[in-house]
């Protein structure tokens, strides 16, 4: 007896995919970055001076072997493989980088293409402490405001002077009346912080 053409097309398995159809692309369209790399911190390259403890990823493109992560040390100095030690401390990325491509151009490659960034900022810092949300050293990575350092820790806690609040710069001893600034009056005592900066909240 003949099956009927209702029968046979729900019981008829689904087709084999086309061999010749290109594979479909992979759910992940990027490979994720080797944990040993961070991401560069956000600086400005052609103004950022390079200091002591600074973390810096330099990269010879095609030459894994002289590319490598360095950290500063307190001399300043920065050693990279197959080249002497080099100044890095007071110079920009920037000028870094000119700097290794023209060494590397002298005695290995020719053309040499080099980066320089900046993973870690650890040379430049303020400390923010008193009663406020998250005490502590702070890197100092882009221009930041008192109120700006103040929302970073994670606000006052319960009993905080917020009018009050002074920042140890050196010698000086500046004062910071948060109420004021939040609205709107002598906003001049908003000051950028410098590196080594102390925010006290009592």
């Known amino acids: 007896m003949a099956l009927s053409a209702g029968c046979f097309s729900q019981t008829q398995p689904p087709a084999p995919a ?3 159809a290109p594979p479909k692309p992979a759910a992940e369209t990027q490979e994720p970055a080797p944990p040993e790399e961070k991401a560069a911190a956000p600086v400005d390259p052609h103004t950022y001076k390079i200091g002591a403890e600074d973390v810096l990823r330099i990269h010879v493109w095609r030459e894994p072997e002289l590319s490598s992560v360095v950290i500063v040390r307190p001399d300043g100095r920065i050693t990279l493989p197959l080249l002497e030690e080099i100044d890095a401390a007071g110079m920009t990325p920037t000028q870094l980088q000119a700097k ?3 060494m590397l151009a002298k005695s290995l490659l020719q053309n040499p293409r080099v ?3 900046v ?3 650890r040379s430049k810092k303020y400390y923010i402490t008193g009663q ?5 050293p702070v890197p100092l990575v882009v221009p ?4 700006q350092a103040i929302s970073s820790a994670g606000g006052f806690r319960e009993f905080a ?3 009050k609040i002074v920042i140890m710069r050196g010698d000086q001893r500046l004062k910071f009346n948060y109420k004021e600034v939040i609205q709107g ?4 005592q908003n000051i950028l912080l410098q590196d080594g900066d102390h925010i006290i909240v009592p």
């Open 185 to 188: 009056k002598n906003m001049a």
């Open 100 to 102: 290794i491509t023209e």
């Open 119 to 121: 993973q870690e900022v």
């Open 161 to 163: 002077k917020q009018k």
């Open 18 to 20: 086309d061999p010749a």
């Open 132 to 136: 406020i949300g998250r005490p502590g």
């Open 144 to 147: 930041t405001t008192v109120l």
């Open 115 to 117: 980066t320089v960034s």
